[in-house]
């Protein structure tokens, strides 16, 4: 009797340790897969709301951001105002792209991977580029309106 009340005890230490020990490492994990999700989510959300994919979001965050961009640059010449805004403009669409990819890796990835950096900047560089080509030629088929900044009148 007293044999199996000394294995009981033995079987209730040695399983109180193992969940001890495997109890911080669960949450640790659980918490910093958490973290890793939430993180991605925002860089998702805010590549999308400056991503072209988002036709609302020009007048809310991509114009004042290429506005300022512009206005830094016009401070060095008067000149530079109007190409570096569309450069600013382009560049934060690029911006948007590249933090839709990241925050897409973070969500959906089980492992974690390197990322390489001049892929994904050449990604967005076309992407963007495709997008900016695309509007273009919208415009010049006269399929999408010009705005009064680029009329020929």
Not at 86 to 115: A, C, D, T
Request: hydrophobic share 45%.
């Amino acid at each position: 009797m007293q044999s199996l009340q000394k294995v009981s005890q033995e079987l209730s230490l040695e399983n109180q340790t193992v969940t001890e020990q495997l109890e911080p490492t669960v949450s640790y994990e659980f918490k910093k897969d958490i973290f890793k999700k939430l993180r991605g989510g925002f860089f998702l959300v805010l590549g999308y709301l400056l991503s072209p994919l988002c036709w609302w979001n020009d007048l809310l965050f991509n114009l004042p951001i290429a506005y300022g961009f512009g206005y830094g640059c016009s401070l060095l010449s008067p000149k530079l105002f109007l190409p570096c805004s569309i450069i600013g403009y382009w560049l934060s669409n690029i911006v948007g792209i590249l933090l839709m990819q990241f925050g897409s890796q973070e969500i959906f990835q089980k492992e974690p991977k390197k990322h390489n950096l001049k892929k994904e900047l050449f990604t967005g560089l076309i992407s963007s580029t495709a997008y900016t080509l695309l509007i273009l030629l919208l415009i010049q088929l006269k399929i999408l309106d010009s705005p009064i900044l680029f009329s020929n009148d």
